[in-house]
């Protein structure tokens, strides 16, 4: 009996020692693997490419872009390899010196380079009655191109006619309704008389029945730009000062003036051409004895508008033509 017990405490201290064995082996194994997996885990993460790893730290790029929009960057600012390379406190840096540098030289939150055509736009078929349905179109801006681009597609007569248009918000409720009638169409002249109900008898109702015309036409046809390049000379000219205190007779030059620019522009919109320019319309007034010319020609402000600025600077001079 006692032999037996012997070889029973022999076995089972012996399983006992394999199965140590066995759990100190596994436990190894488990080590290992765990270290094979925190390796192969870096080893992916350093293969990860960069963009990856960035959203990892916190960077995201298109908040980035709400931030400081890429048009209003350097150059340097708007490659993505450049970017990819910044942490957010090197962006910011960047931005911050970038912003000093365009308060310096006073130009504001512009880019630097030439501006980018607009890219095209769809816009889905929608109602518009001219009243309270509105397609979304009407609520952009007017064109960026010159007139000449886009002029034969404007219209010459605005259909249909209305007598009553919102006025009272600018002022020029007072024009009468039959001028407003008349001025749905382009290749009808009005007069300057026409756009106040009393008769013009000095310079303060001239004034108020040229700004009646500008608040009209842009209503109606918001393109049609030759209500400001009238009031831009006539201003420019001081509304013919230069005739002294004369009132009635400055009163009557700017008539006359207005009513000429009127005849003219009709004519172009007869034969489908743009609107007298502002340069046009310096030299009707020149015509007119609106504004006064220098002996010596003013030369160009460096700007490459030389011609324009001569138009400017003309009726300062104390002698007509």
């Not at 436990?27 to 993460?45: L, P």
């Not at 952009?140 to 919102?166: C, D, F, M, N």
């Not at 169409?185 to 026409?194: D, I, P, Q, S």
Request: proline fraction near 4%; glycine fraction near 8%.
């Amino acid at each position: 009996m006692k032999k037996r017990q012997r070889e029973k405490s022999t076995s089972s201290s012996s399983g006992g020692e394999s199965e140590q064995e066995a759990s100190s082996s596994s436990s190894e194994e488990e080590s290992s693997s765990s270290g094979s997996k925190t390796e192969s885990s870096s080893s992916e993460e350093e293969r990860q490419p960069k963009k990856k790893r960035a959203r990892k730290q916190g960077i995201d790029w298109t908040k980035m872009e709400e931030l400081w929009p890429m048009e209003n960057r350097p150059e340097l600012l708007k490659k993505k390899s450049f970017l990819k390379t910044l942490t957010v406190d090197q962006f910011f840096m960047f931005k911050k010196n970038h912003m000093e540098e365009v308060e310096k030289l006073g130009i504001g939150n512009i880019d630097y380079g030439k501006d980018k055509r607009p890219k095209e736009k769809k816009y889905k078929a929608e109602k518009d009655d001219c009243w309270s349905k509105l397609h979304k179109i009407r609520f952009k801006g007017l064109p960026y191109s010159k007139p000449r681009k886009y002029w034969k597609k404007v219209a010459k007569v605005q259909e249909p006619t209305y007598r009553h248009i919102a006025l009272d918000h600018v002022g020029a409720e007072g024009t009468p309704e039959k001028t407003i009638v008349k001025m749905h169409n382009r290749m009808v002249a009005v007069e300057l008389g026409m756009m106040i109900r009393e008769n013009i008898m000095d310079m303060k109702q001239a004034k108020m029945a040229m700004l009646n015309y500008v608040a009209v036409l842009r209503s109606l046809h918001p393109l049609d730009y030759s209500g400001l390049s009238i009031l831009r000379v006539l201003e420019e000219a001081d509304w013919a000062s230069g005739q002294g205190g004369d009132e009635k007779k400055r009163t009557g030059l700017v008539k006359k003036f207005f009513d000429d620019c009127a005849r003219e522009n009709a004519g172009k919109a007869v034969r489908g051409e743009t609107p007298m320019t502002y340069e046009q319309v310096g030299s009707l007034a020149m015509l007119n004895q609106i504004r006064y010319q220098c002996e010596a020609q003013v030369p160009g402000n460096g700007t490459g508008t030389g011609k324009r600025y001569r138009y400017r600077q003309q009726y300062r001079c104390g002698r007509p033509v």
